[in-house]
Antibody, heavy 123, light 108 residues
Framework: EVQLVQSGAEVKKPGESLKIACKAS?????????IGWVRQMPGKGLEWIGI????????RYSPSFQGQVTISADKSIRTVYLQWSSLKASDTAIYYC???????????????WGQGTRVTVSS | EIVLTQSPGTLSLSPGERATLSCRAS???????LAWYQQKPGQAPRLLIY???SRATGIPDRFSGSGSGTDFTLTISRLEPEDFAVYFC?????????FGQGTKVEIK
């Protein structure tokens, strides 16, 4: 079964940095499936943050998140990351990683989702 | 950026009834690049429909999707107890991909 397993919940203070992880397992072609990140603020809907192609680390961001977060990948350990250099209270949310369904397809739906990582930013 | 507007915000129905959820796009969605997801409390979203009308693996046939251009519909033919959840549409034709705000299907 294709799986994306995310790192655990985090509680941080404003201004701190953070890197959360998403590890893929049980499918070939890790390098060739775009993996993305989606934000869900408390009680709200889904927001597309950006995606990365692990094979060459080609990365695309939503204009709303460009410059606010960084997406990266380490294909040697089949892991994708989302990081912040300086957290704000408004970053409090659940963050999901998710895999594109079609091999190498830039414009695609998410067929597999991680369980989510809850990030709480509070002084 | 394509804006997706879902209606109604909340749908109150009984088990066995038919649910019809709407997703309207601010501009035409090319190639019917429209997906539907189901999310239950405390869980990640789950893919139901892609390409506007193709069911994902393991999705029961009581779920169906239709539409093209700017108007899309998710229909649940007969609601089962496990179908009460929030449903989101997503367009992936234009970057950035965008989601609708969701429709909650609740037990009447």
């Amino acid at each position: 079964e294709v799986q994306l397993v995310q790192s655990g919940a985090e509680v941080k203070k404003p201004g701190e940095s953070l890197k959360i992880a998403c590890k893929a397992s049980a499918y070939n072609n890790f390098n060739n499936h775009w993996i993305g990140w989606v934000r869900q603020m408390p009680g709200k809907g889904l927001e597309w943050i950006g995606i990365i192609y692990p094979g060459d680390s080609d990365t695309r961001y939503s204009p709303s998140f460009q410059g606010q977060v960084t997406i990266s990948a380490d294909k040697s350990i089949r892991t994708v990351y989302l990081q912040w250099s300086s957290l704000k209270a408004s970053d409090t949310a659940i963050y999901y990683c998710a895999r594109h369904g079609w091999l190498a397809a830039l414009d695609n739906y998410f067929d597999t989702w991680g369980q989510g990582t809850r990030v709480t930013v509070s002084s | 950026e394509i804006v997706l507007t879902q209606s109604p915000g909340t749908l109150s129905l009984s088990p066995g009834e038919r649910a019809t959820l709407s997703c309207r796009a601010s501009q035409s969605v090319r190639s019917t690049y429209l997906a539907w997801y189901q999310q239950k409390p405390g869980q990640a979203p789950r893919l139901l429909i892609y390409g506007a009308s193709s069911r994902a693996t393991g999705i029961p046939d009581r779920f169906s999707g239709s539409g093209s251009g700017t108007d899309f519909t998710l229909t649940i033919s007969r609601l089962e107890p496990e179908d009460f959840a929030v449903y989101f549409c997503q367009q992936y034709a234009n970057s950035p991909a965008t989601f609708g705000q969701g429709t909650k299907v609740e037990i009447k």
